[in-house]
């Protein structure tokens, strides 16, 4: 790049006809910025310093947003992910921080440099940031036991999920961090500073994530935590053909369980109103087709385990805070 600059500065000033090269090096100048793969964009972090190789090129790229947490002054740390594939970090300031929402599509532009937990991210240009589709799939986590944490190097910008996770604490209190212990072992989560005072998942849960080298200790930047029954609950909606009209992620006839559960999520009377739907059906809450009565067909017990586990994605919700 310093090479072109100084040709055209050359070429400028040697020039009569000056304000068409001017122009030129204005245009060229400003296409800096490089689309990149995001696989492109990791090879620029060294996993064994946690720095960047390239601090000054801008990168644009595409992709999912899958883990993410709300740090201090509402700046918000995320993974980008390729479907299937590691993610990169990135670190988004000012309002474009509101459009980072897991499984939002987003294209954006930024160049690498030291992060605020001790590892490099794409520190996203302010006002770069735009959303494709939302409710995006970025690929299945891989299930992994607590005990690859120690060291987690090979796990680096993937997203995982940590099995049969209990939560060590009954609330979150505002720090971004709280433990769990999964199968084989303890992990430190990484959760939005946003979160305080908020219950914890009861019972056991899968933690779905990122893991994050943060001083030295392996820990996982939270994307959703779901029960481990989820599995239970999917075959209960489809033997009560709930899954005919939905889909937890994306909206169908019906609306996403996730979208449902956003809306309720701060609503205690949130598994009531679900298993009114159920017995009595009903429509115009989102969109003009009415959800037929399914009463006289699932049992008041299958409607509230449906309901409850319903309500367990509003976790996706409430950690995008
Ligand atoms: C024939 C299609 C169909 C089936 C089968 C169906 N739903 Fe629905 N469901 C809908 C539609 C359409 C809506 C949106 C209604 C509206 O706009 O208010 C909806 C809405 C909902 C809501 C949101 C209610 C609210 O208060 O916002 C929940 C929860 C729900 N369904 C759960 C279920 C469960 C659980 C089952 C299975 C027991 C099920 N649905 C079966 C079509 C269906």
């Given amino acids: 790049m310093a090479e072109v600059r100084r040709m055209l500065t050359t070429l400028l000033w040697s020039s009569n006809r000056r304000l068409p090269l001017l122009l030129l090096t204005a245009v060229l100048l400003s296409a800096r910025v490089s689309a990149a793969s995001i696989e492109d964009v990791r090879k620029q972090l060294d996993p064994a310093t946690g720095k960047a190789k390239d601090t000054a090129t801008a990168f644009g790229i595409n992709g999912i947003v899958s883990a993410r947490a709300t740090l201090d002054g509402g700046k918000v740390l995320a993974f980008v992910q390729p479907v299937g594939a590691a ?56 299930p992994r036991g607590a005990e690859l944490f120690k060291d987690a190097s090979s796990l680096d910008g993937r997203y995982v999920s940590l099995t049969n996770a209990s ?28 979160l305080k005072d908020r219950d914890v998942p009861a019972g056991a849960v899968n933690v779905f994530g990122v893991p994050v080298k943060v001083n ?17 609950a999917q075959n209960l909606a489809t033997k009560h053909t709930c899954l005919t009209c939905h889909n937890p992620d994306v909206k169908a006839v019906g609306p996403a369980y996730r979208d449902v559960a956003a809306r309720y999520k701060d609503d205690p009377d949130a598994v009531k109103k679900m298993c009114d739907q159920m017995e009595k059906g009903g429509g115009g809450r989102w969109g003009p087709v009415p959800m ?7 049992p008041p017990a299958d409607r509230e385990q449906l309901a409850q586990w319903i309500y367990g994605y509003r976790w996706d919700a409430l950690l995008a805070e």
């Fill in 216 to 232: 030295g200790e392996w820990c996982l930047l939270a994307a959703r935590f779901l029960s481990v029954n989820n599995r239970n």
């Fill in 167 to 194: 939560f060590l604490s009954p609330k979150l209190d505002g720090s971004g961090k709280i433990k769990v212990k999964a199968d084989a072992g303890e992990v430190t989560v990484l959760v939005s500073k946003a």
């Fill in 87 to 142: 993610g990169v970090p990135i670190l988004v300031t000012g309002a474009d921080a509101a459009k980072i929402v897991p499984r939002n599509e987003v294209t954006l532009t930024g160049t690498l440099g030291d992060g605020p937990l001790g590892f490099a991210v794409l520190l996203v240009k302010e006002g770069s940031v735009t959303v494709g589709q939302t409710n995006k799939a970025f690929g299945a986590a891989e």
């Fill in 292 to 298: 037929p009565a399914l009463g006289a067909k699932v």
